[in-house]
């Protein structure tokens, strides 16, 4: 499984959509703007195994704000919603206003309609996140997407419910390493965060979820063969939250 992908923007994307359709049970397609999403889901042909989802990135938060009403409305027709989320990186952080009213947007809409399922950015604004859905909790479920926040910050993401989903290149760094260890195991899933995600500098594809559970393995102090049940079984649990399965 694969809950955060942008299938869409590899390097021979169809063949890739098909090869993740076949060899995953599941796989997240996350979309970086609405019109991408439209295209995407024009483009590429329906697979049961495969979800499509509209988002907007708040790293081109700026350079697509005219799409977000776009996105109100096609939030009504999904079950979830990505990538969405807060960027307060330096490279960012002039366009975080914008972010802001447009993340918020998003979290009104998804509690308007009784609730979605999220995969979420949050680099440098854990706070702000929270902030969010503190405002409206009826919004749904949010998974937090390759999080990078402090240790404190994790612990209150916790608390308010959010799942974390976790790729090889996370354990490239000893930051990503102890968050890892660190997150609630029943609320961990895989994600490749492909193309965009690299170790040994090549992306990593959607059906990698192995690498994840043995870099889980020794955080966890179990079994590779342990951490992918484990993986697994998160998955499912996610999926009937998303009303997947």
């Known amino acids: ?60 938060a700026h350079e697509r704000a005219a799409e977000l009403d776009l996105l109100l409305e096609q939030i009504a027709g999904v079950k979830a919603v990505g990538e969405v989320g807060l960027d307060g990186s330096p490279r960012f952080k002039a366009h975080y206003e914008v972010q802001r009213k447009i993340f918020g947007a998003v979290i009104a809409r998804c509690a308007e309609l009784g609730g979605r399922t999220l995969s979420v950015h949050s680099r440098r604004a854990v706070r702000d996140v929270l902030a969010e859905f503190e405002r409206h909790p009826n919004f749904g479920t949010a998974v937090m997407h390759w999080f990078s926040g402090s240790t404190s910050e994790l612990k209150d993401a916790a608390a308010h419910g959010c799942w974390f989903s976790i790729g090889p290149a996370m354990f490239e760094s000893a930051n990503g390493r102890a968050l890892a260890a660190a997150m609630p195991q029943d609320r961990v899933v ?13 992306s990593i594809l959607p059906w990698n979820t192995s690498q994840t559970a043995e870099g889980l393995a020794s955080l966890w102090a179990t079994s590779s063969d342990e951490a992918a049940e484990m993986l697994a079984r998160n998955g499912q649990a996610l999926l009937y939250l998303m009303g997947q399965r």
């Open 1 to 60: 499984m694969d809950f955060h992908c942008h299938l869409d923007l590899y390097p021979s994307a169809r063949e890739v959509y098909r090869e993740a359709a076949r060899r995953n049970k599941f796989t997240w397609l996350v979309t970086t703007s609405p019109k991408a999403f439209a295209a995407t889901s024009r483009t590429l042909a329906p697979l049961p195994s495969v979800l499509i989802t509209p988002g907007l990135h708040p790293e081109i």
């Open 190 to 202: 895989p994600e490749s965060d492909g193309p965009f995600a690299k170790v040994g500098g090549k």
